[in-house]
Every structure is written in structure tokens, then in C-alpha cells.
């Protein structure tokens, strides 16, 4: 564990990652002596999906600090982005409830901005283009940024205009030359994995027209400490945002914070609207600062009690579902997200196999086991007595679709706020 005493939680090394994490300094202020949050030791990346017989996964350390300068929740250490994006094993529109959430955030959009007729519309992280969709069949000027050339290949086979490319103020400044400013920018779930934050927010200033708007999802810090969404937290994510931690870089990069809303999205989610120069701010903003001020989520005493509220969650786990192996229960998963590695590396479940619907995926192993993932009709040709939803942001859609699971005696293992919740036929 982290060497540190209870009045000084700044880290010094940490024997579980094997990093030296007092030289960690923080990426925007450059600030050393940041406060540890919690350490998950060496993990494989989660999305290193490999065939059987080919070489283990490499393990890099996962360890969170919080800066109090800038407020910033962050990895100590990053791995680069070509490593964990030029070939990436997440697609959108394999999943249901994100393309619904897609067509919530479009009409969102076009509701509370009404960007004009034949407006550009940028979406940067854009996956397989399930975003920009809605916006083509509206008629809306479109285009796509995103580095993963195996998802880009497939946005641009649907009908949506891609560029390959990592997003920055350089490539902005090529995209206003080819196409003009945006009048509506999406960056869903994508800010978070950038370690030039700033770099990436004064792309978008740089893209933006004067009267667009930049709209940001990312997970809400607060929610995952509340919540104890620890397997939100791999090597993709840099970043964990507060909503005052997101105004600083903002301002920062020119831009200004106009409205912001809460939405249960991966677990809790922030949604910001954006602009440039001095445009007006909604009261929500002002709002969610003044709640942040008050529960003390940019000090480190905020973070304090989480690392061992995580730790005792996954050595009962752990235990639980041990126990129930050796009564000689067959245990299987359903959906093989990066929360699937995490929850693996972290807690080591007797598995047999994992359902996952992302065609991808399926015929390798979880990233870091030995454990394959298969279609999710495997529940049904070979049930288990126990089945743990890795996926519990889409537990409700996967429990409804696997109804007759339940009815033939299996018992779905749902983890909710640190617990295991066991879900039997009623």
C-alpha cells in the first residue's frame, strides 16, 4: 500500500504499483505532492483483448491522486494514447442503451441550442459515427474525429464523414481550413482520456464558432467516490472532473461554462454546455459549484475513506463468490467492459466464460486471464448457477433480455454501490 499517516495523506511510494508516486506531479498546474485517492496496483489495459496462446498482457500501474491546487482527480502515470486508441474494441452501436443515450443527447441538443439549418456538427471521439446519425438524417453538415482506424473504417461504411486523427489545436485548426468553424460540438465521454486536456479544449475554442457550442459528457467525480465506482477507473481515463476542476481548464482554454445537468450515465455523468468568449451562465452552474464547495470535493479529505471502502468491497467479493465456487457452483459474466478487467485484475473470480454482444470481442480472453469471452446465447445453451453483470450501467436491459435465465434458476450477481445484489427468478 501507499506509504502515508492519516494527517498527511500526500504518497510517497506505493508498494501495490511499484511507483515512486511523490514524483507524480499534477499535468495542468505541475503541482508534486499530490494526495493519493486510491491504488488498483498493475493492471493490464482494459481493452487488450488478445487470442488464445498469444503473450500476456502487459500491466502498467493504475494509482489516483487529487491535486487541491487545481482540483484535478488524475492518473499518477499515463500510457500513451497510440498504445490504448489506434486500434480500440469499443463500438457504440453494439450497445443499445448507448445509442439511446445518443439520440437523448442529439435531441437535447437541437431542443435547449437550436443550432441554425445545415449546421456543422463535430463530434470528436465519435466511435462508429452513432452520434452524428441523428444529426445526418436532420440534414446537419457532419463530421467525425476519432484515432481508432478499425471504428472509423466502419462510421465512414455507415455513411459517416471520419478523420483519423488524435484531436488537438493543430488538427482544429485543419479542419476550419477544409470545412469552416463548428456551430455544435459534441465531446462525449472523450475528455477524459486526453492527458493535453488543454491542448484539447483550445482545439475546440479554435473550431468553434462565436455563437456555437461545445457539449461535454464525462463521469462525475463525485458520483464515483459516493457510489464506489472504482472499475470506472483504468488507464483510458485519465481524468476524473469535478465540475470545478472542469470550469478552471475551461476558462483556461478560453471557454466559459454555460449550463451543466446531472444524468445517471455510467454510473453518474456530468452534461456541460460550453461557449466562447462572455457568453451568460444558467444558474446550474453556479449551483453545482456552490453544492461542490460545500461537500468538499476539491480537498483531499473528500477522498479519504474510498481507497479502503473499495478494498474491503473486493476482498468480500472475492470471498463470496469463492465460497460459492467451492460449493461447487459454476460462475460465469455478462459483458466484458473495461469494468470487466478492473473487477478481474482486482478481485480474481472463478469464471468459466463471459457474454459479451460485441462481435470483437468475442473468441479472446478478458484482458489479464484466461477467461474467454463468448456470444451472450452461451447463457442459454450452458447456463451457470451464477452469473456477475459486469456491464451494471445496462443491468436492467441485460436482465430483461435474459429473462428465461431466471426462470430456469440462475441468479444474476449485480455489484451496486459496493455490494453484491443477487438477482433470483420472483
Excluded at 19 to 26: E, F, K, L, R
Excluded at 62 to 86: G, I, K, Y
Excluded at 135 to 144: D, I, K, P, T
Excluded at 161 to 166: C, I, K, S, V
Aim: proline share 5%; with cysteine; charged share 20%.
Amino acid at each position: 500500500m501507499t506509504t502515508r499517516t492519516a494527517s498527511n495523506p500526500v504518497a510517497t511510494y506505493c508498494a501495490s504499483c511499484h511507483a515512486d508516486v511523490v514524483g507524480a506531479a499534477c499535468r495542468i498546474c505541475a503541482r508534486k505532492g499530490m494526495a493519493s485517492v486510491l491504488c488498483l496496483g498493475r493492471t493490464p489495459l482494459a481493452n487488450d483483448f488478445r487470442s488464445r496462446g498469444a503473450a500476456p498482457s502487459a500491466r502498467y500501474p493504475l494509482h489516483v491522486m487529487h491535486c487541491e491546487s487545481c482540483a484535478l482527480t488524475q492518473l499518477a502515470d499515463s500510457v500513451a494514447p497510440e498504445r490504448l486508441f489506434s486500434e480500440y474494441a469499443y463500438f457504440s452501436s453494439a450497445s443499445a442503451p448507448v445509442i439511446e443515450h445518443g439520440l437523448e443527447l442529439s435531441r437535447f441538443a437541437l431542443r435547449e441550442l437550436d443550432p441554425p439549418a445545415a449546421s456543422f456538427v463535430v463530434d470528436i471521439g465519435s466511435n462508429d459515427g452513432y452520434l452524428l446519425r441523428a444529426y445526418a438524417r436532420e440534414h446537419f453538415q457532419v463530421l467525425g474525429i476519432d484515432p481508432a482506424t478499425n471504428i472509423t473504417a466502419e462510421a465512414r461504411s455507415a455513411g459517416v464523414p471520419t478523420l483519423d486523427a488524435y484531436f488537438s489545436e493543430a488538427v482544429a485548426g485543419h479542419v476550419v481550413a477544409e470545412h469552416g468553424r463548428a456551430d455544435l460540438i459534441h465531446a462525449n465521454n472523450v475528455l477524459a482520456h486526453v492527458p493535453d486536456v488543454l491542448d484539447f479544449l483550445s482545439g475546440c475554442r479554435v473550431l468553434l464558432s462565436a455563437g456555437g457550442h461545445l457539449i461535454i459528457e464525462v463521469p462525475y467525480v463525485a458520483d464515483l467516490v459516493t457510489k464506489c465506482l472504482f472499475d470506472t477507473i483504468y488507464h483510458e481515463h485519465v481524468y476524473y472532473f469535478s465540475m470545478t476542476s472542469l470550469c478552471r481548464l475551461l476558462d483556461a482554454a478560453g471557454l466559459r461554462a454555460l449550463h451543466v445537468e446531472r444524468n445517471g450515465f455510467h454510473g453518474g455523468s456530468l452534461r456541460v454546455v460550453a461557449g466562447r468568449g462572455f457568453a451568460h451562465a444558467r444558474p446550474s452552474v453556479a449551483r453545482l459549484l456552490a453544492a461542490e464547495r460545500a461537500l468538499g470535493v476539491c480537498d483531499s479529505g473528500y477522498y479519504r475513506d474510498f481507497a479502503d471502502q473499495v478494498h474491503r468491497f473486493l476482498n468480500r467479493t472475492r470471498t463470496e463468490l469463492g465460497e460459492l465456487a467451492a460449493l461447487g457452483n459454476r460462475i460465469s459474466g455478462f459483458g466484458a467492459p473495461a469494468k470487466a478487467t478492473i473487477m478481474m485484475s482486482s478481485a480474481e473470480l472463478p469464471l468459466e466464460y463471459i457474454c459479451d454482444s460485441t462481435p470483437y470481442k468475442q473468441d479472446k480472453l478478458l484482458p489479464g486471464t484466461g477467461i474467454p469471452i463468448v456470444p451472450p446465447d452461451r447463457l442459454e445453451t450452458d447456463p451457470t448457477e451464477y452469473c456477475v453483470i459486469f456491464a451494471w450501467n445496462y443491468a436492467d436491459s441485460i436482465i430483461a433480455a435474459n429473462h428465461g435465465y431466471l426462470r430456469r434458476g440462475g441468479t444474476f450477481v449485480r455489484p451496486v454501490n459496493c455490494k453484491l445484489e443477487y438477482v433470483r427468478r420472483t
